[in-house]
């Protein structure tokens, strides 16, 4: 990867150097140029820089009385990995093909992270989780209207703190800096609640042509798969919701 463009990366299923790709097209939302989903997995270190990213673009553009409303959309990387997870150096040497391209791989995207003001600590990630969990958590948040608050304290309980998010008691004592109950969140994590809607709707972004996260959509209309700077997300947002408005008035 170009140090010099790494903010146009994505995650797949071969690792996190993808280049991005064309987003395809989700189901529409009713709401005209607002509802912004995101795809993305909790273990994705492009999408918590994207998360950063967004929140910058979407500053600039609230400055223009423009508003929007952001939802958080399940895809696990590893969909095969087993419920406890696995070690991560060894699991990742496998992945990568070895221990060497694998750090490699953590020190750009920790370079990248850096440049969005994250503290990205790999040398403290010990476990590459099942993300099952957290993707039902981040649900249960939104239902609750605390789901950016949620998903951030899972991204940084993972990333920067080196937690295992795939821990149902780690999960709820994220949710717990967010806001929510954590008996609550404990007792729902503990049952299987939202778990067939949260593998199809992982299923949905994959039938819908989604491979690589972040994937970013307002109102089901591809913009763009990445972490793309905050300039060029809030300009293709400008121009999404021009056109979106423009084919509701016709």
């Not at 406890?84 to 020190?107: H, L, P, T």
Request: aromatic share 8%; net charge negative; proline share 5%.
């Amino acid at each position: 990867m170009d140090d010099a463009t790494p903010q146009t990366m994505v995650c797949g299923s071969d690792g996190c150097d993808v280049p991005e790709v064309a987003s395809p097209e989700l189901p529409r939302a009713n709401a005209v140029g607002t509802r912004i989903d995101i795809v993305s997995d909790a273990i994705c270190p492009w999408c918590y820089i994207g998360k950063r990213q967004l929140e910058r673009a979407l500053s600039d553009l609230g400055s223009e009385g423009l508003v929007f409303s952001v939802h958080w959309n399940p895809f696990q990387l590893n969909p095969d990995m087993p419920k406890e997870g696995r070690d991560r150096a060894a699991y990742r040497a496998w992945k990568f093909g070895s221990a060497e391209r694998s750090r490699e791989a953590d020190e750009r995207v920790a370079r990248a992270a850096a440049g969005v003001g994250l503290a990205f600590r790999p040398d403290l990630m010990v476990r590459t989780p099942n993300t099952i969990d957290a993707h039902r958590l981040i649900w249960f948040a939104g239902q609750k209207g605390v789901q950016d608050a949620v998903m951030e304290t899972v991204f940084r309980a993972y990333f920067t703190e080196g937690r295992d998010i795939g821990d149902p008691v780690v999960l709820a004592g994220c949710a717990a800096e967010a806001g929510l109950h954590e008996g609550e969140v404990a007792a729902f994590l503990a049952s299987d609640t939202a778990e067939k809607e949260t593998r199809a709707a992982d299923q949905t972004a994959r039938t819908a042509g989604v491979n690589g996260v972040p994937s970013f959509f307002l109102d089901g209309y591809g913009l763009f798969s990445g972490a793309y700077p905050a300039e060029t997300m809030a300009e293709a947002l400008r121009k999404a919701r021009t056109i979106l408005r423009e084919r509701a008035s016709v």
